[in-house]
């Protein structure tokens, strides 16, 4: 080797990658200005979501252009807290049909009676099947005590289809169960 080739100073290295730690401080700054970010946009979603106004209220002692009025529309759109947020519907039979004899001038005539019952859980559904005996005997005690003409009526059968509901609610009310049937409907209902 040559004097020349010793002394000559090393070739410049390639482009420096940038420090690690400067990755670092920059990563952090982006998640901290991304974590702010989210605390104020969540709330405005939210907001929009269930269609509150998150317009600046008034100071106190001020009135706001809608006033008081505005305050009372906000609070009616608002729900409770406490309530839980409703599941799909569940629907399960009342089998079988429910049959009731009535005695008429002519002789005489018989009810047949399908009912389905509609909860929002699966619990309620199997204590509806579980209390079924007690809830059919309670039907069928309501139906044998109606008069014949007045399910001739739309006014008469929604007053039996709302008697209905409330006995067998009654029913599963004095079993403990937590949630009761929603609605009841006739699936089928025959006067001969």
């Known amino acids: 080797m040559s004097l020349e080739e010793e002394k000559a100073p090393p070739a410049p290295a390639a482009a420096k990658a940038p420090s690690q730690v400067k990755v670092v401080i920059v990563a952090a700054a982006a998640l901290f200005v991304a974590l702010v970010g989210a605390q104020v946009a969540v709330p405005l979603i939210n907001g929009m979501i269930a269609g509150g106004s998150?317009?600046?209220?008034?100071?106190?002692?001020?009135?706001?252009?809608?006033?008081?009025?505005?305050?009372?529309?906000?609070?009616?759109?608002?729900?409770?807290?406490?309530?839980?947020?409703?599941?799909?519907?569940?629907?399960?039979?009342?089998?079988?049909?429910?049959?009731?004899?009535?005695?008429?001038?002519?002789?005489?005539?018989?009810?047949?009676?399908?009912?389905?019952?509609?909860a929002r859980s699966e619990e309620t559904i199997e204590a509806i099947k579980l209390h079924a005996p007690a809830i059919r005997n309670s039907v069928l005690y309501k139906l044998s005590g109606y008069e014949l003409a007045a399910l001739n009526t739309q006014a008469g059968k929604e007053q039996l289809r709302h008697d209905l509901l409330d006995a067998a609610n009654e029913i599963l009310a004095k079993n403990d169960v937590e949630h009761g049937i929603e609605e009841l409907y006739f699936t089928s209902l025959v006067v001969q």
């Open 54 to 118: 998150h317009a600046a209220a008034p100071a106190d002692g001020e009135e706001g252009a809608e006033g008081v009025a505005d305050e009372e529309a906000v609070a009616e759109q608002e729900e409770p807290e406490d309530e839980e947020p409703q599941g799909p519907a569940v629907y399960t039979a009342l089998d079988p049909p429910f049959v009731v004899s009535f005695d008429e001038d002519g002789g005489a005539r018989y009810l047949q009676l399908t009912l389905q019952a509609m």
